[in-house]
């Protein structure tokens, strides 16, 4: 029960709540109002940083959210080009994070990360479309257990300045586990063939557990 109401924090939020409580104690030495806001900011910043427990279906049929967030698009495009999937219609499912979503990302399945890759960029809203080519952003090649090849981008957005990976080349992962977060504001992108998308736009996923699509 208390896990839930004080679920853990991801390793990245430790450092931005001492600050944050530092800046807390300094305010409540000129006043305390401005020590409340302090507080307040201290709570927010550890909210932001939770990394609470879900619940993971573990089917390889399905492929499970890989954040928490709104679905803004549901639709079939180009797969991305900085893969070599420019020539190969995908499918493709967006989620908007904003700051009070949890931003830690999961992988939508089990399988082996065949690539990731980098790409530095500009810091456009993340519920744009240009937000997919334009701001930094990192790509998830995994190959899932059927021999499909899924397609995971953190997109930074507007506020955030830092994509945090937490997975290596050649790693195995099993559907749900953590592949890593963005700070302050994002967007994550999903790419498949041979899966049936299963949620519609304006729906709220929530990672490793909301079932995106189906086979």
């Known amino acids: 029960m208390l896990s839930k109401i004080f679920p853990k924090i991801h390793a990245e939020g430790y450092k931005f709540l001492v600050i944050a409580a530092i800046v807390t104690i300094v305010f409540y030495s000129f006043s305390d109002f401005l020590g409340l806001i302090g507080l307040i900011l201290t709570i927010w910043v550890y909210y ?7 619940v993971i279906i573990e089917n390889d049929n399905y492929l499970v959210s890989p954040a928490d967030g709104e679905i803004i698009k549901v639709e079939e495009v180009d797969g991305p080009k900085e893969l070599g999937f420019e020539n190969r219609k995908l499918k493709k499912i967006s ?13 939508p399945c089990a399988g082996k990360v065949e690539e990731i890759l980098y790409k530095p ?3 456009f809203n993340a519920s744009l479309d240009k937000a997919s080519e334009d701001n930094e952003r990192n790509y998830y090649k995994i190959k899932d257990l059927q021999n499909n090849d899924i397609i995971v981008v953190q997109i930074a957005g507007l506020v955030a300045r830092r994509i945090v990976c937490e997975t290596n080349k050649d790693q195995d992962l099993k559907q749900g586990e953590r592949i890593g977060m963005i700070r302050f504001g994002s967007r994550a992108d999903i790419y498949f063939e041979n899966y049936v998308p299963l949620v519609k736009v304006g729906q709220k996923a929530i990672s490793g557990e ?3 699509a189906k086979k």
């Open 121 to 123: 960029g500009k810091f």
């Open 210 to 212: 909301t079932l995106l």
């Open 95 to 107: 989620i908007f994070m904003n700051i009070f979503d949890c931003h830690v990302n999961r992988t």
């Open 48 to 54: 932001f940083f939770r990394d609470p427990e879900r």
